[in-house]
């Protein structure tokens, strides 16, 4: 059982986190099933909530498709890969029918690749996207910004955390 989530949703949030869970076990890994879970529980909180419509394995398939897509899923090159095909065959929805929920689901919950709140921790490293912010004008990784500017920067929620210090290098 989630925190936070309204009495009349809890049924409904039960039932898609159990179908995001059983789907999670099998494909995924446990970061992919927390971010999932995370985006069930925001829908569920919205007001009115989308989940009063529609069944719970679109909108589970749906979770699913969004957060894997946000997240490479679809790349091999991935440690967790997968098809479209075998993210909505569990499921039996056709895979438009998954993209388009997916799509709405981004709308809803702002999934960019930008967004470190929709990003599996693994990755958020590795994201250029998450560490780009515009300095005197220019987009600049915060990485290599002078530590005082790091700290300004996560203050105002633009990184997702103070990196610690680069050693440098001793030259051979």
Known sequence: MAGNIPKEMQDTYDTI??????????????????????ALEKLCRKRPSPLKSGRAKTWACGIIYAIGSNNFIFDRSMKVHLTAAQIVEPFGIAKTTA????SDIRK???????????????LIDSNPEIWTV????????????????QIICYEKGLIPYVPEPKEPKDPE
């Open 99 to 102: 993209q388009t929920k997916a």
């Open 108 to 122: 809803m919950l702002k999934i960019t690749y930008s967004n470190a709140e929709w990003c599996l921790p693994s």
């Open 134 to 149: 515009l300095y005197n004008g220019f987009a600049v990784d915060a990485r290599w910004l002078p530590r005082e500017l």
């Open 17 to 38: 986190a159990s179908l995001i869970t059983d789907f999670s076990k099998q494909y995924l890994d446990e970061d992919y099933e927390a971010l999932c879970l995370h």
